[in-house]
């Protein structure tokens, strides 16, 4: 099928986007949060999708079973700030969300956030990726979405990536806002990729215990099995297959789901260099990320 062009990046507040999620800014930003909404933000590829699953298997995995069949994850957790031709915007699928409560996914980095979120003292669950897993899946990913600007080869999207010419801007801002935002903000869950996948059991029950949720070991079990890599790479309701602007013959949404996949993409000068580059990014001392498990 032919695809449209592919946007291009512009700077948007400081921030570089493209126009499928500043379209419907004014409208993003009048959003009418709840105080029992449960907003998922992360920087694209950090493993927005796995958390979405695992909080819609905790809230409605056994009260509605048809749901889980029939409902793409997307339009379950739909994408609050998406605005493209081929679908539904995200803030009017989250308007009409029919659940209490209603799970949110945005990528938006926390000064974009519209501000009915924060009146509402609605509850947030933050997710951090390593920066080099994420910018080797956000590169395959933009290789198999047409809905993302021009990839180029991995080295010039390595570069790109450390000068912040990505969707969403710059991971170091992203994942460091976010994390002080968390200093004053109680309501806000900081969770790692890497900690969920060393122990999701673990990561599962911290989450649990900030929803004030208390699953029984049974109920806790078929989350966790739901919501493993395999499981979900097999499903078509959380794989993306359905999703069109989406080519998976390039690469699959759910690619490799592991720690250290940059090790088969950096090349031993790329590493030094993002390495030299990220002692001068991230100063604060108390945000820290495993690349390697
Ligand atoms: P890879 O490209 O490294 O495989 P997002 O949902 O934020 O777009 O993130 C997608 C990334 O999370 C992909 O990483 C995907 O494979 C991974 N992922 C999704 N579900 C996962 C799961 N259940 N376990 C581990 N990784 C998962």
Redesign the pocket.
């Known amino acids: 099928m032919q695809q449209p062009p592919r946007p291009t990046l512009f700077d948007f507040h400081g921030v570089s986007m493209t126009k499928h999620f500043t379209d419907n800014w004014d409208n993003i930003q009048k959003f009418k949060a709840r105080p029992d909404d449960i907003l998922i933000a992360?920087y694209?590829?950090?493993?927005?999708?796995?958390v979405?699953?695992i909080l819609d298997l905790l809230y409605f995995g056994q009260t509605c079973p048809e749901r889980q069949a029939s409902v793409p994850l997307h339009e379950r957790v739909p994408f609050l700030e998406i605005s493209t031709p081929s679908q539904p915007k995200g803030k009017d699928l989250a308007d009409q969300l029919p659940t209490t409560p209603r799970l949110i996914k945005t990528h938006l980095p926390v000064q974009f956030i519209p501000k009915s979120f924060w009146e509402q003292n609605s509850r947030i669950v933050y997710?951090a990726?390593n920066a080099k897993?994420n910018a080797?899946?956000y590169f395959?990913?933009g290789c198999m979405n047409s809905i993302q600007p021009e990839t180029g080869d991995w080295s010039t999207f390595l570069n790109d990536f450390m000068e912040a010419k990505m969707v969403f801007g710059s991971w170091y801002d992203h994942v460091t806002g976010w994390w002080e935002k968390k200093q004053t903000y109680p309501k806000l869950h900081y969770m790692l990729?890497e900690d969920?996948?060393e122990d999701s059991g673990r990561e599962i029950d911290r989450l649990c215990s900030f929803l004030g949720l208390s699953p029984s070991a049974e109920e806790k079990e078929r989350v966790t099995t739901g919501?493993?890599?395999d499981?979900?790479k097999q499903n078509k309701m959380?794989n993306f297959s359905t999703v069109k602007v989406m080519n998976h013959a390039v690469?699959p949404?759910?690619?490799?789901?592991?720690v250290g996949?940059w090790k088969n993409h950096f090349t031993v000068a790329q590493n030094e260099a993002f390495d030299e580059d990220y002692r001068r990014k991230m100063k604060n001392p108390t945000l820290q990320f495993r690349t390697e498990l």
């Not at 694209?44 to 796995?50: D, L, N, R, S, V």
């Not at 949404?253 to 592991?258: A, D, S, T």
Request: charged letters at 20%.
């Open positions: 992360t694209p590829k950090a493993g927005t999708t796995w979405s699953y997710v990726r897993d080797v899946s395959h990913f990729y969920l996948i919501s493993n890599f499981n979900m959380t690469s949404f759910m690619r490799k789901g592991k996949d």
